[in-house]
């Protein structure tokens, strides 16, 4: 059964940093998509960040530009998102979401298959 598991989240003020992961068990996607995702209450599942195939190619959604890294540790079967220069509207719900593939629609929510159980992320002001 394939499984991710999201953790790292947590309260942090505006400036701060969090590093998220994401580890998968179940099979792995060393070659395929994973990505990352957040929602806010009542509104649609956002992109944040992807990283794609065996040479790790990567993709950020412009608003985190600059300010948010993702990495990938094939050897444990783990994602990361270190976000830096948090802001108070990075707050949201954070997703890992993956895919044994490699995708060129890495950016919408219904190309993922694997989801985690979410992650709370809260910047003060």
């Known amino acids: 059964q394939v499984q991710l598991v999201d953790s790292g989240g947590g309260l942090v003020q505006a400036g701060g940093a969090l590093r998220l992961s994401c580890a998968a068990s179940?099979?792995?996607?060393?070659?395929?998509?994973m990505a990352w995702f957040r929602q806010a209450p009542g509104k649609e599942r956002e992109f944040v960040a992807a990283?794609?195939?065996?040479?790790?190619?990567?993709s950020y959604a412009s608003s985190v530009k600059g300010r948010f890294t993702i990495s990938r540790d094939n050897a444990r079967n783990t994602m990361y998102l270190q976000m830096n220069s948090l802001k108070p509207e990075d707050t949201d719900v954070y997703y890992c979401?993956?895919?044994?593939?490699?995708?060129?629609?890495?950016?919408?929510?219904?190309?993922?298959?694997?989801w985690g159980q979410g992650t709370q992320v809260t910047v003060s002001s």
């Open positions: 979401a993956a895919v044994p593939y490699y995708s060129s629609t890495y950016n919408y929510p219904g190309t993922f298959d694997y």
């Open positions: 990283i794609r195939g065996s040479g790790g190619s990567t």
């Open positions: 179940g099979r792995t996607f060393s070659s395929g998509t």
